[in-house]
Structures are given as C-alpha cells and as structure tokens.
C-alpha cells in the first residue's frame, strides 16, 4: 500500500507530482490511500521508492480538469482523479465521453469548484483597514468559500487590486498581497473588521437599483444562495426590501397621475435650440427625401440615400437602391457595386465625381437572416412610389444622358425592366424625353461565378461605359 | 433647490436608473493591472456581483449622471412632466463612487445613463468627461457602457467609444409609430443613424493600416440596445421582427427586452399594469433561438394566430408540438440542425451529444449525464435502450408540458 499526503496549500502541483510518479511506476489506483491535510498518515503503510517505468503522457484536457478538481472538498477527489486517470491511460478517448459515469462525475465536481470560484470573485467584500507603511491603501475580507477555491481565485484578485494591499481571510486558507507580493497562510479566525464609510452608500445603492414591482425572489436565491448572506453587507437589507415590496407597487399603482410641474414648458422651451448632426440635410429635396414615408421601406431602413453630385453634371448615373453600406453611411455607391464601378470607370476615363449619383429607390430594402442583411429586389410599386424622387432629381439636374445601371434603375426610367441583357448598350428615351443609355448593374457583375462570364460581363459594362463617355464628348 | 447629500444623490439617481435592464460586463477586451499602475481588470466573461430581490443581478453601478431631463417620454420616470426628485451628481462624485466601490469589489464597473439637460452634445460632453477621468486620471481598466445620447456630436460618440467597452442607444419602443406616440422628442431615423454610425466606426476600428498596425479598437464589446415590452399594442412577431432587423443592420451585441413596469408618478397616457415578466422571458428564449439555434422568424411566430408567443410554454417547445411529424429524432443519427431544434437540448448538450457518439451509441442515461433536460427532450427522442412510442401523437402533449392551473393574485 502506498500513501500520497497532499498539503492544503499547493495542493495541485502536490497531487500531479504524485500521480506521475504513481502512474509512471504502474501503481493501480487500489494500491493508493490518499490523504489531505485534514487526514492523519496510516500506520500500516509504507512510503517505497518507486521505479519510474518511462514517460507517461495524458490529453491536455484531462490536465486542466485536474487542476481544477483537486479543491473540490470532498475527501474523495484525489482517489477519483488518479481512478480516472489509470483508465485513461489505455483509452484517451474517455476524454470526450461525456456519458462516461466518472468523467461527469469528475466534470460536475468541475463545475461545483468553478462555481465556487466565480461566487468567491463576486461576493468577496473588502473593507478598507487602514494605509500601510509603505502608503498603500489596506484592505481585508472575510470569507467562507464551500470548496478551497482560495488559492485557484487568488490571482484573479492580483490581477485587479495591485495597487493596494489586500487580504481575504478564511477559515481554511487565507490569501494576503502586500507590496505586490501574494502569499498564503493557513486558516484564521473570523476577524473583526473596522466600519467602512463605503458599505452604507453601497447598501443605499442595492436599496435603490431594487424594482419593487417585479419581484422574482427565488431567481435571486437561485444565484445568490444563502450561505454567503452572513458576509455580504447589503444582504441584511433583503428581507425588508422583500416585505415591502407589494405595498410600493400598490402605492404606484394607486397614485393619481400628478399635474407637470411649471417649470416644464420653460425646460421644453431648450428643445428648440438644439441643433443635432444628425438631423440631416437642410435643402429642401434632399430633405424631403429623407424624411419620405410613401412605402414601407423607411420603416426598417436607416435612412434614405439621396443622390449626390454636381448639379451641373452632364451625366446622371442611376443605380437600384442603396446596399448595405449605402444604407449605414447615407452616400450612394459606397459598397462593393460601387467599387467595381469606379474601378471600371476608371479605364474607360470617366471620372464618377464629375456625374451625379442616384438610385431608383432611395430605401434599403431587405431580409434580416440572422446577423446578415440579404439584399431584396423592390417590387414595381416601390419603384413607382420612388419615381416622383427621381423625377425631382432629374428636373434639378437636367443632364444630357442618364446611365441606367440594371432593370430596376431603366424600369424607372423607360417603363419597362425587361430584357436587359438583350437592351444593353442602347440608348432609349426615358419619359421625360432624356436619352437613356441602358447597362448592368455592376452588382451583377460581382454575382457572376462563372470566371468566363465574368470577363466577358466586365467587358459589355466597360463597352457601355465608353459608349457614355463618347457619347457625351 | 435642495442641497441633497451623497448617500441622498445616490438614492434618486440608481432609483431612476433601473428600469434599464443592461448589466452585462462580458465579451470586452482581456486586460489587468498586475503592474499595480492602475485599478481593475476585465476577464472576458462578466461577474454579477450581486443581487436583488426583483432577480436581477448586479455586475455595474448603474447610475444616471442627473434625472433632470427635457424630453417628455411617457414610459419613463424623469420625464419633464414628472414630479420625481431631482438630483445631479458631479464628475467627481461619479469617478469617487466608481473607483471606491471597485475597490471593495462590489462592482465590475459603471453603466452611466442620463437625463438630457441643456442639450444633448452638453449632457454627453459630461458623459464622456467622467469616462475619460476614470480611465486617464484614475486609470481605471474596469468596465464602462455609456449609454449615448442620440442626437449627440458624432465627435462625442468617436471619443465615447475609445474609452468605453460597450455603447447603448435605446430604440425605447418596437415601432416607430409607437416612439412617435409615446416619446413626442424622439425621432427613430435619429436613432437608427446613431446606432449606424457606432457600427461603422467599429467595423473601421477593426481593420489593420497597410503598416499592420491596428487602430485603438473602437467600443470593443459592441452595442446594445433596449425595447420596452407591453407599453404599446405591438405584437410578439412586431418586436422579434424589430430585433432581427436590429441585429442584422447594426450588429448589435444584445437587445434588450425591458416588461414595462409602473413608475413612481406615472403619466396618463400609459396603463398601469402588472408587468408581463412571462412575456419578457419567452422573447429572450426566442432571441436566443433565433440567434444561435437557427431558427427563422417567421418559424417561431407563425405557431400562434396571433403573432405572439405562446406564455405557458417555451418557443421551441411550442414549435416542436406543431411539427410533430419530424420527431422523434434519433440522437445518434440525427444533424446537429436537428438536434438543436429538440426541446431540452441546449447548445452545449448537442455539443456533448456530437462529441460523445463519435466512439458509441448514446442510451438514455448518457443524456442525462450530458445534461440534458429529459424532461422535455425524452417525447421528442429516440436513443438506446429508449423510444417514446406514441408519446409524440398522444392528445393530451400540450397538457404535459404546461403549469399546473394557478390563483389569479391582483395587482
């Protein structure tokens, strides 16, 4: 029989060591007692030397399960690990079994100490001692953890209260950091601790955040169970909050609605004044633009995208709608359609800030699919709707041709959307009498899977281009 | 006016700042202060560090700067018209109460919110003065969410931003006809363009420069937004739908569902009722389905006549007693889409249940060491050594799953 004796502080490097040292020896898990520092030694046991017998290696999974399960409290938790452990060895599948029996029981005790863990971060509560001889604020708590999470939690505190000292005292282990140095010490008793001014206005705050008219207490008691009450200063409050809590909503709910006070209409009178960013454009069409209702589309878009450009351009160049960064940004032709059509442009001489730039629709419209807005083509009622916009656009610019990108943009124009692929590359006359030259929608372009397709689509837009360009010249 | 004390300040100030329902202080950036130059830390997932009765917990100091406010929003308690006491913390007063309940680890954070006074760009000017006092002056490496003034200075909201982990705007209501009704001051377009703007500059924040040099990240735990349940007439598909648009067009991190609850002094224009703390729920239990189980809306809305949610029993039970025909399922076959869509099944349990029948077959008792809540699941599965028979078809389904009936309590 051999005996492992595992020390309360440094318990996880302790029972690692030794279970290497067991498990490289080949020693079966019936062959251990293993103690913690709560057992005394067993007589009748003797401490052997232990051949190692080569390497031995586990999932790294396993590892971190370990480090975790050893300051579970129950008396069992090293046996169990090191039981795990052996049939491990010949099968590092059992890692991810999550039906096996001592895998979840392993992973519940796991979880138990995690929990006790995350408690311990949360209800820990300091209360400032004094000022150290060295200048730095003091500060202690007392605490009574389930499991022997002190030291595992420790550097959690390390992590976020360097600049001052501080101790957590509990009945088994207590952690103390002073002058940026953490140590740990065996258990204390229950400290008296000096009033701290802090804890009434944080017993005045937890009073105050309480709504009374949705009482919910067992969702509190689920997360904050009763045994940290005791060393939780605000906790003593709850019953009162508690019992109070029907009469105030009686109270709300009874109380006559009360006449404004005087000075409102002088506050409100400040309203006016404000002038906000984002409050939009001030001439009178692109105004009138954004604040359009005529369909539905300005219900679930973020704005409307108005044209832009000189208003002396010769060439108007409309698009479908705006896309989605369109719509974030409130310029047309901002998104990926756009950059393929300066790229284009670009080649063929046209310089799109020399044009004036709009959509046929002004909204954005599309489906939400989870975190992702998918484009949706409008229908021939949202067109028309929009038309009158377009119409204004045209009149105030009144340009020599106007460039219809896709079937949305010439059934605006022309009347009809139809054939495209069969009308591109002709100029049309639009209702007002404008000649309208009809091309894709370079969205279309970015759509073509097909490298072939794609090269020749790239090359009509480019030939419809220059046709606008020579056109125009 | 009054001079109120500290502890006086405080009362009126959380007192007006709970009905927002945010407290989360996870998914920012990792940081500490081992260096002992500075106070706190932020470890990714969020710590509550207390709670109240109401079951709420509290992670931040959830504070309004002032309750002073010239809006006249008919929901809420610091409306113009509304004879609440007023108060307003100073700058200093909200960086003291800050660092010295960190320090006594009461809190992960502030949440700081305000009524508007003078103008909007005044108020978040103050808004972003406390932020940058902590994080400069008192290097403060703890959790911020500032909840931004809509009509605020896009250069307000860039410097917000830097110094915060998370940004809020409150969309206040599920429609816009409804904020119009009920929050005259309020324009929803305004609201939108906001929210637009902070996923913009987050979204810029991300990106690398040619030199590979990243930016300083932008509002890292993103942006949040609230919807008050209840107040208006809007149906269950309304808000779902409201909040799918929100999460796909501004790539919120949360939206939040807040019951409209009485108020001190509330306005006429509002019914007093109990709050519907069911209904608030069951549209969690459907956000989260449609954000990580794959759901689509219109599969979740579409079980009831009236677009809303079925408030005895959970959305994904309510849709698997409709779709009967495509259970049960059997756990060691079926897709993980599927295995999701059992009621009972988390993700984490179909995680376990796909990592597990790699090597054998999974029999009833294994899904319970799994974590499964049988309870729900066993109608709708099949596994070894276990099969509902004709469970699924038997009439009286609906009747297992729901509460027993209760004593109506008045208000």
Same mark, same amino acid.
Not at chain 1, 72 to 78: A, I, Y
Not at chain 1, 251 to 271: F, K, N, Y
Not at chain 2, 84 to 111: D, H, K, P, S
């Given at each position: 029989?051999?005996? $492992?004796?595992?020390?309360?502080?440094?318990?996880?490097?302790?029972?690692?060591?030794? $279970?290497?040292?067991?498990?490289?020896?080949?020693?079966?898990?019936?062959?251990?007692?293993?103690?913690?520092?709560?057992?005394?030694?067993?007589?009748?046991?003797?401490?052997?030397?232990?051949?190692?017998?080569?390497?031995?290696?586990?999932?790294?999974?396993?590892?971190?399960?370990?480090?975790?399960?050893?300051?579970?409290?129950?008396?069992?938790?090293?046996?169990?690990?090191?039981?795990?452990?052996?049939?491990?060895?010949?099968?590092?599948?059992?890692?991810?079994?999550?039906?096996?029996?001592?895998?979840?029981?392993?992973?519940?005790?796991?979880?138990?100490?995690?929990?006790?863990?995350?408690?311990?971060? $949360?209800?820990?509560?300091?209360?400032?001692?004094?000022?150290?001889?060295?200048?730095?604020?003091?500060?202690?708590?007392?605490?009574?953890?389930?499991?022997?999470?002190?030291?595992?939690?420790?550097?959690?505190?390390?992590?976020?209260?360097?600049?001052?000292?501080?101790?957590?005292?509990?009945?088994?282990?207590?952690?103390?950091?002073?002058?940026?140095?953490?140590?740990?010490?065996?258990?204390?008793?229950?400290?008296?601790?000096?009033?701290?001014?802090?804890?009434?206005?944080?017993?005045?705050?937890?009073?105050?955040?309480?709504?009374?008219?949705?009482?919910?207490?067992?969702?509190?008691?689920?997360?904050?169970?009763?045994?940290?009450?005791?060393?939780?200063?605000?906790?003593?409050?709850?019953?009162?909050?508690?019992?109070?809590?029907?009469?105030?909503?009686?109270?709300?709910?009874?109380?006559?609605?009360?006449?404004?006070?005087?000075?409102?209409?002088?506050?409100?009178?400040?309203?006016?004044?404000?002038?906000?960013?984002?409050?939009?454009?001030?001439?009178?069409?692109?105004?009138?633009?954004?604040?359009?209702?005529?369909?539905?589309?300005?219900?679930?878009?973020?704005?409307? /995208?108005? %044209?832009?450009?000189?208003?002396?351009?010769?060439?108007? =160049?409309?698009?479908?709608?705006?896309?989605?960064?369109?719509?974030?940004? %409130?310029?047309?032709?901002?998104?990926?359609?756009?950059?393929?059509?300066?790229?284009?442009?670009?080649?063929?001489?046209?310089?799109?800030?020399?044009?004036?730039?709009?959509?046929?629709? !002004?909204?954005?419209?599309?489906?939400?699919?989870?975190?992702?807005?998918?484009?949706?083509?409008?229908?021939?009622?949202?067109?028309?709707?929009?038309?009158?916009?377009?119409?204004?656009?045209?009149?105030? =610019?009144?340009?020599?041709?106007?460039?219809?990108?896709?079937?949305?943009?010439?059934?605006?124009?022309?009347?009809?959307? !139809?054939? =495209?692929?069969?009308?591109?590359?002709? /100029?049309?006359?639009?209702?007002?009498?404008?000649?309208?030259? =009809?091309?894709?929608?370079?969205?279309?372009?970015?759509?073509?899977?097909?490298?072939?397709?794609?090269?020749?689509?790239?090359?009509?837009?480019?030939?419809?281009?220059?046709?606008?360009?020579?056109?125009?010249? | 006016?009054?001079?109120?004390?500290?502890?006086?300040?405080? +009362?009126?100030?959380?007192?007006?700042?709970?009905?927002?329902?945010?407290?989360?202080?996870?998914?920012?950036?990792?940081?500490?202060?081992?260096?002992?130059?500075?106070?706190?830390?932020?470890?990714?997932?969020?710590?509550?560090?207390?709670?109240?009765?109401?079951?709420?917990?509290?992670?931040?100091?959830?504070?309004?700067?002032?309750?002073?406010?010239?809006?006249?929003?008919?929901?809420?308690?610091?409306?113009?018209?509304?004879?609440?006491?007023?108060?307003?913390?100073?700058?200093?007063?909200?960086?003291?109460?800050?660092?010295?309940?960190?320090?006594?680890?009461?809190?992960?954070?502030?949440?700081?919110?305000?009524?508007?006074?003078?103008?909007?760009?005044?108020?978040?000017?103050?808004?972003?003065?406390?932020?940058?006092?902590?994080?400069?002056?008192?290097?403060?490496?703890?959790?911020?969410?500032?909840?931004?003034?809509?009509?605020?200075?896009?250069?307000?909201?860039?410097? +917000?931003?830097?110094?915060?982990?998370?940004?809020?705007?409150?969309?206040?209501?599920?429609?816009?006809?409804?904020?119009?009704?009920?929050?005259?001051?309020?324009?929803?377009?305004?609201?939108?363009?906001?929210?637009?703007?902070?996923?913009?500059?987050?979204?810029?924040?991300?990106?690398?420069?040619?030199?590979?040099?990243?930016?300083?990240?932008?509002?890292?735990?993103?942006?949040?937004?609230?919807?008050?349940?209840?107040?208006?007439?809007?149906?269950?598909?309304?808000?779902?739908?409201?909040?799918?648009?929100?999460?796909?067009?501004?790539?919120?991190?949360?939206?939040?569902?807040?019951?409209?609850?009485?108020?001190?002094?509330?306005?006429?224009?509002?019914?007093?009722?109990?709050?519907?703390?069911?209904?608030?729920?069951?549209?969690?239990?459907?956000?989260?389905?449609?954000?990580?189980?794959?759901?689509?809306?219109?599969?979740?809305?579409?079980?009831?006549?009236?677009?809303?949610?079925?408030?005895?029993?959970?959305?994904?039970?309510?849709?698997?007693?409709?779709?009967?025909?495509?259970?049960?399922?059997?756990?060691?076959?079926?897709?993980?889409?599927?295995?999701?869509?059992?009621?009972?099944?988390?993700?984490?349990?179909?995680?376990?249940?796909?990592?597990?029948?790699?090597?054998?077959?999974?029999?009833?008792?294994?899904?319970?060491?799994?974590?499964?809540?049988?309870?729900? +699941?066993?109608?709708?599965?099949?596994?070894?050594?276990?099969?509902?028979?004709?469970?699924?078809?038997?009439?009286?389904?609906?009747?297992?799953?729901?509460?027993?009936?209760?004593?109506?309590?008045?208000?």
């Amino acid at each position: 029989m051999h005996h $492992a004796n595992i020390p309360s502080i440094g318990a996880a490097s302790a029972w690692r060591k030794d $279970a290497r040292r067991f498990l490289s020896a080949g020693v079966p898990p019936d062959q251990i007692l293993w103690g913690d520092y709560a057992s005394s030694p067993d007589l009748f046991t003797t401490q052997t030397k232990l051949a190692p017998r080569g390497q031995v290696s586990v999932p790294q999974s396993f590892v971190t399960l370990a480090q975790t399960v050893v300051w579970h409290s129950d008396p069992e938790r090293f046996a169990r690990l090191y039981a795990f452990l052996w049939r491990l060895k010949d099968d590092p599948h059992l890692m991810s079994d999550r039906g096996d029996t001592d895998l979840s029981r392993l992973r519940q005790m796991e979880r138990n100490v995690r929990r006790c863990q995350h408690k311990m971060k $949360a209800f820990v509560r300091f209360r400032e001692i004094g000022t150290s001889h060295t200048g730095r604020r003091s500060f202690a708590a007392w605490f009574e953890p389930t499991h022997n999470t002190v030291e595992p939690t420790a550097d959690f505190f390390v992590r976020r209260f360097s600049d001052m000292d501080w101790r957590i005292l509990t009945p088994d282990v207590s952690a103390i950091f002073e002058n940026g140095t953490l140590s740990f010490q065996e258990g204390h008793l229950k400290p008296d601790l000096p009033e701290d001014a802090g804890e009434q206005l944080w017993i005045t705050y937890f009073r105050n955040i309480f709504n009374p008219a949705r009482l919910k207490v067992k969702a509190m008691q689920s997360e904050m169970p009763k045994k940290y009450w005791e060393n939780m200063p605000e906790a003593a409050a709850i019953p009162d909050m508690i019992a109070g809590a029907p009469a105030r909503a009686r109270s709300m709910a009874e109380a006559a609605p009360t006449l404004p006070p005087a000075r409102m209409s002088q506050v409100q009178a400040q309203l006016s004044n404000c002038n906000s960013a984002w409050d939009g454009p001030r001439e009178a069409l692109p105004a009138a633009i954004s604040a359009c209702t005529r369909c539905p589309l300005h219900r679930t878009a973020t704005q409307a /995208v108005a %044209g832009e450009g000189p208003s002396n351009a010769a060439l108007m =160049i409309v698009g479908e709608q705006p896309g989605d960064d369109e719509d974030l940004c %409130g310029h047309p032709f901002v998104g990926p359609a756009g950059k393929v059509f300066d790229a284009i442009a670009s080649e063929v001489g046209l310089n799109r800030s020399d044009a004036y730039v709009t959509n046929a629709v !002004k909204h954005f419209k599309f489906t939400a699919r989870g975190r992702r807005r998918i484009h949706q083509r409008p229908v021939s009622s949202e067109i028309d709707h929009c038309r009158g916009w377009l119409d204004a656009e045209i009149d105030q =610019i009144n340009p020599k041709l106007i460039l219809a990108m896709g079937a949305s943009a010439t059934e605006s124009l022309t009347g009809s959307g !139809k054939d =495209i692929l069969s009308r591109r590359g002709g /100029v049309e006359t639009s209702r007002s009498g404008l000649p309208v030259l =009809i091309t894709l929608h370079p969205s279309y372009l970015l759509r073509v899977s097909d490298p072939k397709a794609r090269l020749r689509s790239h090359a009509l837009f480019r030939e419809d281009l220059s046709k606008a360009v020579g056109f125009l010249t | 006016m009054v001079k109120h004390t500290l502890d006086q300040k405080l +009362a009126i100030l959380s007192d007006a700042a709970k009905y927002d329902a945010s407290c989360a202080s996870s998914g920012s950036t990792r940081r500490h202060s081992r260096d002992g130059k500075g106070l706190g830390s932020n470890e990714g997932s969020g710590i509550c560090h207390a709670y109240t009765p109401d079951g709420r917990c509290i992670s931040l100091l959830k504070i309004l700067m002032t309750n002073f406010c010239i809006y006249d929003c008919s929901y809420c308690i610091n409306r113009v018209s509304s004879n609440v006491a007023r108060a307003r913390f100073t700058v200093e007063e909200v960086v003291r109460l800050t660092v010295e309940f960190y320090r006594r680890n009461y809190i992960e954070g502030l949440f700081l919110s305000s009524g508007v006074i003078r103008s909007p760009d005044a108020t978040m000017s103050d808004m972003v003065q406390i932020a940058r006092k902590l994080r400069h002056d008192e290097n403060f490496r703890g959790y911020i969410h500032l909840k931004t003034i809509p009509d605020a200075a896009p250069e307000l909201i860039a410097e +917000a931003g830097l110094l915060a982990d998370r940004l809020s705007i409150n969309v206040e209501l599920p429609t816009d006809a409804a904020v119009q009704q009920y929050a005259p001051e309020k324009k929803p377009e305004q609201i939108r363009k906001a929210m637009a703007d902070v996923r913009l500059r987050k979204d810029a924040g991300r990106d690398k420069s040619f030199s590979g040099k990243r930016p300083p990240r932008f509002a890292p735990a993103g942006q949040s937004t609230q919807m008050i349940i209840g107040a208006d007439g809007s149906n269950d598909a309304t808000v779902l739908g409201q909040s799918t648009r929100l999460y796909s067009s501004y790539k919120l991190k949360r939206v939040y569902y807040s019951a409209f609850s009485p108020i001190p002094d509330s306005s006429s224009k509002l019914p007093l009722i109990r709050p519907p703390l069911q209904r608030e729920h069951r549209l969690y239990q459907a956000d989260w389905l449609l954000r990580f189980y794959d759901f689509q809306l219109d599969e979740i809305t579409s079980v009831t006549q009236d677009g809303n949610l079925d408030l005895e029993i959970d959305p994904k039970l309510a849709w698997a007693l409709v779709h009967r025909e495509m259970f049960p399922l059997d756990v060691n076959r079926a897709s993980r889409e599927m295995l999701l869509r059992v009621p009972g099944f988390g993700v984490k349990t179909v995680n376990r249940i796909l990592a597990t029948r790699r090597y054998r077959t999974l029999r009833y008792e294994d899904l319970l060491r799994i974590g499964a809540s049988m309870k729900k +699941a066993r109608v709708f599965i099949t596994a070894g050594g276990w099969s509902p028979r004709g469970l699924i078809d038997s009439a009286d389904l609906r009747a297992r799953f729901t509460p027993p009936p209760e004593q109506l309590v008045l208000l």
